[in-house]
């Protein structure tokens, strides 16, 4: 069975609502039962919809294979040519324009649901005529509403939209779970194993965005030779295979692997699934990012460059029209229903195997001041959603029995030197890892003797921050710190550790950071026994925009996030390579931690694990998996967790010391004026010369 038997179900139950909607919404292109400015909107949209009918049938019949790369390439730039940044400020999917055209109130609303439209492109090309079906049908209800004497009000069309998600939640989350538990849903896997892959044509037949970024990664791949791309597609498996290997998991239990990889990359991904299969893991790819109520595509597994980032950034909250306590209680409700209904299937889920890009351009968000916003209720609703949600799936798919690896490459957008950065890059993954083994396991020793580790930045940098660490009982037998090698988390160079709350004091400080694709002007943050006590940074010009910011990017709408990590990154080979290409504020975080220190705000690298025992290569076990914080698992689960783990940097330029307290109060420097100090790891600073 394929993903079009999957489907079938689905296509059955709208077989007979699907055409009379769509002829329905023919109908709201030509009549004249509601006032402008609304009928402009209404016809747009409609005619929208329409045109995503007329494309699923042309893939479903076939005539679409038919068509020639320019005229793909041409379709594609059509369907997003809306949201693009040259055509942004006047289009519907602005929130500021279409409040301006059919005022704040009813614009929002609609705003918010066209965005939810636009994100049913990817759906044509899959057959999901179920999908669009019911939003058709929530269009024309809506529409119905405008054909009274006067527009509705906000709150009935608010109603409209909250019962929609209300009624189809369960929908969605079962589709969501299935995709995460059935390779049967083998859409993407087709196109992995099954294209002709010098025939470009195969990247349009995602239905996402694709762009220069897409068509020059298949290309440089395509020129590659059989033995390269089985070395990238090795290093990506056998780091999946070794984190079980490593932390005791049985891989043998296992029959599902989670493939997340860039469009472009389907020529290494084909070799990786052929790797997978002979580990007897069968792929499982899904386009959603998460379980929501919300219709909308995710940029989760298969990831493109996206068409406008401002776009997405306006709509990342559009949840706000309808999440409240009551829909939040039946989301997980039927997220719990639908994961007990395949409790096999979940069980032999294994984890993610990423593949993640960098390149892109920074972005710095514009506040959109008519872009939806959690209030502060539904903030807290959010965490509790997300926390809750995070239990549930833990009950199914089993912390302590999944792993992940994660691996990354750069983009052509990143410059004319794309190729030979693409080429350092392979060399930076593939790095000796017994080599940094040894040189960390000298750094772990070293700060194994401590009670506390103090950090100081120097120049324009002012991290002045002590971190209290894990006592040991014995030394022999326990570390504090993980020697993280090339294995999960590629590539090589940290170790790192959970720091002790208590004790966890001071000021960190970053003159820029990219965190999670976006930009941080001088972002500070203290912290009191652990938990960040202040925080700033100057992205915008009032104290207020940068706290909403903060508040919701980095802290995810907690009030507070304890030190969850504290980490030394070894990596000055990939620090060196962003410095002689200048990409340093391109580096993903992947790459980029490994080039200093980094903290990490939230959870541990433990969460949901930490019973589990660890052991580094020397065979003492990692003691430190716990926090003040994650033990309180052990009488209430929801006070354990934030559901988030944010990684930030402090470069070595940036750095001035680092430096171990031990018990008797002597001081022994691990980092010295930005170079490592402890003997036996000098081959790190010779790419800091």
Not at 181 to 194: A, G, K, L, Q, V
Not at 386 to 393: F, K, P, V
Not at 457 to 473: E, S, Y
Not at 529 to 534: A, C, L, N, V
Request: hydrophobic share 35%; with cysteine; charged share 30%.
């Amino acid at each position: 069975m394929g993903y079009c038997e999957v489907w079938q179900p689905y296509r059955e139950e709208v077989k007979e609502r699907y055409p009379l909607v769509m002829e329905r919404l023919g109908q709201i292109e030509t009549e004249e039962t509601v006032e402008q400015p609304y009928l402009l909107f209404f016809r747009h949209a409609a005619a929208f919809l329409r045109r995503l009918e007329a494309l699923e049938k042309e893939v479903s019949s076939g005539v679409w294979e038919k068509k020639s790369i320019e005229e793909m390439m041409e379709e594609n730039h059509s369907l997003y040519e809306e949201i693009l940044p040259e055509h942004y400020e006047k289009s519907y999917g602005n929130p500021q324009f279409i409040a301006g055209e059919l005022g704040e109130k009813h614009g929002k609303l609609l705003g918010a649901l066209y965005a939810d439209l636009r994100s049913l492109i990817p759906y044509a090309y899959e057959g999901r005529i179920y999908d669009i079906t019911i939003f058709s049908e929530l269009l024309v209800e809506i529409y119905n509403l405008f054909e009274q004497e006067e527009p509705p009000a906000e709150k009935e069309l608010q109603q409209v939209m909250y019962w929609f998600y209300h009624d189809y939640g369960e929908v969605f989350t079962e589709i969501s779970v299935m995709s995460q538990t059935s390779p049967e849903m083998d859409f993407y896997t087709r196109i992995i194993m099954d294209s002709d892959l010098d025939d470009l044509r195969y990247l349009y037949r995602y239905g996402a965005y694709i762009t220069e970024n897409e068509r020059k990664t298949a290309e440089f791949l395509n020129r590659m030779s059989e033995e390269q791309i089985q070395a990238m597609a090795d290093t990506y498996t056998e780091g999946y295979r070794i984190g079980f290997e490593v932390t005791g998991k049985d891989l043998s239990k296992k029959k599902f692997a989670d493939l997340r990889y860039p469009i472009g990359f389907e020529r290494m991904m084909r070799a990786a699934v052929k790797n997978f299969q002979k580990m007897g893991l069968q792929p499982v790819v899904t386009r959603t990012k998460e379980l929501s109520f919300s219709g909308r595509t995710g940029r989760g597994s298969i990831v493109s460059v996206s068409p406008n980032r401002q776009y997405e950034y306006d709509h990342k909250s559009d949840r706000a029209v309808y999440l409240d306590k009551a829909l939040v209680e039946r989301r997980l409700e039927v997220l719990k229903t639908a994961y007990e209904a395949r409790k096999k299937e979940a069980s032999w889920y294994a984890g993610p195997a990423v593949v993640e890009t960098f390149g892109e351009d920074g972005f710095e968000p514009k506040n959109n001041p008519y872009a939806w916003q959690l209030d502060e209720k539904q903030q807290k609703l959010n965490v509790y959603d997300a926390n809750l949600a995070m239990q549930i799936t833990n009950q199914y798919i089993k912390g302590e029995e999944r792993s992940f690896t994660i691996i990354a490459y750069p983009i052509p957008e990143i410059g004319p030197k794309y190729e030979e950065i693409f080429a350092e890059t392979v060399k930076v993954n593939t790095l000796d890892y017994q080599l940094y083994r040894d040189m960390q396991q000298k750094l772990i020793d070293v700060l194994d003797e401590g009670e506390t580790v103090r950090i100081t930045g120097k120049g324009k940098n002012t991290t002045d921050l002590t971190v209290a660490l894990h006592p040991l009982r014995d030394r022999s037998r326990e570390t504090a710190f993980e020697n993280c090698v090339a294995d999960v988390n590629i590539p090589v160079g940290e170790v790192f550790t959970s720091p002790v709350l208590k004790g966890t004091n001071g000021h960190l400080h970053v003159t820029r950071v990219y965190l999670n694709g976006l930009k941080y002007l001088d972002l500070e943050v203290d912290f009191k026994d652990g938990m960040i006590s202040r925080y700033s940074c100057r992205n915008f010009e009032t104290e207020k925009e940068n706290q909403e910011f903060l508040k919701e990017n980095l802290l995810k709408h907690h009030e507070t996030l304890p030190l969850g990590e504290f980490a030394i990154g070894t990596n000055t080979t990939a620090y060196r390579m962003g410095i002689d290409y200048q990409i340093q504020d391109k580096l993903p975080i992947l790459i980029a931690e490994k080039t200093g220190p980094h903290f990490a705000v939230g959870d541990t690298c433990y969460s949901l694990a930490e019973d589990t025992p660890v052991f580094n290569p020397d065979g003492k076990e990692i003691v430190a998996r716990d926090n003040e914080v994650s033990v309180l698992r052990k009488e209430d689960v929801q006070k354990a967790y934030y559901n988030c783990h944010t990684d930030i940097t402090i470069p070595y330029d940036e750095l001035d010391r680092i430096a171990v307290q031990r018990k008797d109060g002597s001081w022994v420097d691990v980092i010295r004026d930005g170079k490592f100090a402890v003997p036996g790891t000098e081959l790190l600073n010779e790419p800091l010369e």
